[in-house]
């Protein structure tokens, strides 16, 4: 359990180098997941942002085993390789102790790899599934994604005369991954590191699947300037549009307690992404964060 | 740049974390400059940092490293008490 920045290992395991945009905040996020883990984990990865800007041929940034995949099947071959590892100690070849890490985006784990995704956490495999969202398809330029949020303007939800941008509201990843009876889910922000670690340590040690679904910041798609990544998931989470929460074998709890709440507004104005949007759509984003106060006991807004 | 003739057969990358060849700091506009003498050592640039550029030293001091910086910015945003500034590069 860690408690203070001081406990917090100093060993890399994302070697620096990679690359990603500068301020993009997947890279703190990874730090913070791979400094948790102890190293021990096999990484799987999905394409996505984090695996093209990783492993640039000749080069990787990894230091932990890794093995890329397609955007679908990566929950899929985590499956395979936590069986894998099981059936050779059962056997007596190896006393290796690994664990199983996925570490997907919001594509990968929302729409393209929600399959695969189902099927390993209904056969109940030991890993931790880590979903970064990034809220659209960031690596191919923009696209929306049924993680991006309502009235996000995306490349393939452009805002106009007769658009309000994104029309559909985010799904409830942590929700469909608890329907399935897993023991551990759990929503986290990289702005919020010793509570991101410690829910990492928790996947990894509990027996069965468990899913972590990570908000991160992304200064390209979102359009604010690169130093504001960090602040923007601090405000996302004191807003209440992002409630950092967990569910401990059915037990919902607050991690990061919300007593005064901030105005959306003060999260939306920062971002490009909803530089178009009118008074009526900041009142219906605003409704979204009153109900999550509401379902998890955050505090009333600032005054 | 190594050349094909020189790299393992099959597209293999044999050393982890090789990346740190590679020099990022090519794309940078402002250059952080960490002030130690307001330095609390409070660790949150060091944590927050998205490359690992920030080093904390066994004596719990910290410096940046600039060859993996890119300019970012956002240590300079996590610090509290305004121990880092973001300088322009020169001949920019």
Same mark, same amino acid.
């Given at each position: 359990m860690f408690k203070t920045i001081k406990d917090l290992p100093r060993d890399e395991y994302l070697a620096p180098g990679h690359r990603l945009c500068a301020g993009c905040t997947v890279g703190t996020a990874v730090r913070q997941i791979l400094k948790a883990s102890g190293g021990n984990v096999v990484v799987v990865t999905a394409t996505s942002c984090l695996e093209v800007s990783t492993s640039y041929f000749p080069q990787t940034a990894w230091r932990v085993p890794w093995i890329h995949l397609g955007f679908e099947n990566s929950a899929a071959v985590a499956a395979g390789i936590e069986s894998a590892l099981k059936a050779l100690r059962k056997k007596g070849k190896s006393n290796e102790d690994f664990h199983v890490m996925v570490i997907s985006g919001d594509g990968g784990t929302f729409d393209i790899g929600i399959q695969a995704l189902s099927g390993a956490l209904e056969r109940g495999h030991d890993l931790l599934y880590i979903c970064y969202d990034n809220e659209a398809y960031m690596n191919t330029g923009i696209q929306r994604s049924s993680a991006t949020p309502y009235a996000a303007a995306t490349t393939t939800s452009p805002p106009g005369a007769r658009s309000i941008g994104q029309r559909t509201h985010k799904k409830d990843l942590v929700g469909i991954a608890i329907a399935h009876g897993i023991p551990y889910a759990a929503t986290a922000c990289p702005s919020y590191p010793i509570d991101l670690m410690n829910k990492v340590r928790k996947g990894l040690d509990v027996e069965g699947p468990s899913l972590l679904h990570v908000l991160t910041p992304c200064t390209t798609g979102w359009r604010f300037d690169p130093s504001l990544g960090i602040e923007i998931g601090r405000l996302a989470v004191l807003t209440g549009l992002w409630p950092l929460y967990e569910v401990d074998r059915g037990v919902t709890r607050l991690t990061v307690q919300v007593p005064k709440r901030e105005p959306v507004r003060k999260y939306l104005e920062l971002q490009g992404r909803f530089k178009h949007i009118s008074e009526n759509e900041i009142n219906k984003i605003q409704e979204i964060a009153d109900k999550n106060a509401e379902k998890f006991g955050l505090g009333p807004i600032k005054e | 740049m190594k050349s094909w003739k020189e790299l393992p057969i099959? =597209?293999?990358?044999? +050393?982890?974390?090789?990346?740190? +060849?590679?020099? &990022? =700091?090519?794309?940078? &506009?402002f250059r952080p400059v960490l002030d130690k003498n307001k @330095?609390?050592? @409070?660790g949150l640039c060091w944590i927050f940092c998205p490359e690992g550029a920030i080093v904390r030293n066994e004596d719990e001091s910290y410096e940046v490293n600039l060859s993996f910086c890119k300019g970012c910015g956002i240590c300079q945003r996590s610090c509290n008490v305004k121990a880092i500034t973001m300088i322009k590069e020169e001949g920019l």
């Amino acid at each position: 359990m860690f408690k203070t920045i001081k406990d917090l290992p100093r060993d890399e395991y994302l070697a620096p180098g990679h690359r990603l945009c500068a301020g993009c905040t997947v890279g703190t996020a990874v730090r913070q997941i791979l400094k948790a883990s102890g190293g021990n984990v096999v990484v799987v990865t999905a394409t996505s942002c984090l695996e093209v800007s990783t492993s640039y041929f000749p080069q990787t940034a990894w230091r932990v085993p890794w093995i890329h995949l397609g955007f679908e099947n990566s929950a899929a071959v985590a499956a395979g390789i936590e069986s894998a590892l099981k059936a050779l100690r059962k056997k007596g070849k190896s006393n290796e102790d690994f664990h199983v890490m996925v570490i997907s985006g919001d594509g990968g784990t929302f729409d393209i790899g929600i399959q695969a995704l189902s099927g390993a956490l209904e056969r109940g495999h030991d890993l931790l599934y880590i979903c970064y969202d990034n809220e659209a398809y960031m690596n191919t330029g923009i696209q929306r994604s049924s993680a991006t949020p309502y009235a996000a303007a995306t490349t393939t939800s452009p805002p106009g005369a007769r658009s309000i941008g994104q029309r559909t509201h985010k799904k409830d990843l942590v929700g469909i991954a608890i329907a399935h009876g897993i023991p551990y889910a759990a929503t986290a922000c990289p702005s919020y590191p010793i509570d991101l670690m410690n829910k990492v340590r928790k996947g990894l040690d509990v027996e069965g699947p468990s899913l972590l679904h990570v908000l991160t910041p992304c200064t390209t798609g979102w359009r604010f300037d690169p130093s504001l990544g960090i602040e923007i998931g601090r405000l996302a989470v004191l807003t209440g549009l992002w409630p950092l929460y967990e569910v401990d074998r059915g037990v919902t709890r607050l991690t990061v307690q919300v007593p005064k709440r901030e105005p959306v507004r003060k999260y939306l104005e920062l971002q490009g992404r909803f530089k178009h949007i009118s008074e009526n759509e900041i009142n219906k984003i605003q409704e979204i964060a009153d109900k999550n106060a509401e379902k998890f006991g955050l505090g009333p807004i600032k005054e | 740049m190594k050349s094909w003739k020189e790299l393992p057969i099959g =597209a293999m990358i044999i +050393e982890p974390g090789n990346s740190i +060849e590679y020099n &990022v =700091a090519q794309w940078r &506009v402002f250059r952080p400059v960490l002030d130690k003498n307001k @330095c609390t050592k @409070c660790g949150l640039c060091w944590i927050f940092c998205p490359e690992g550029a920030i080093v904390r030293n066994e004596d719990e001091s910290y410096e940046v490293n600039l060859s993996f910086c890119k300019g970012c910015g956002i240590c300079q945003r996590s610090c509290n008490v305004k121990a880092i500034t973001m300088i322009k590069e020169e001949g920019l």
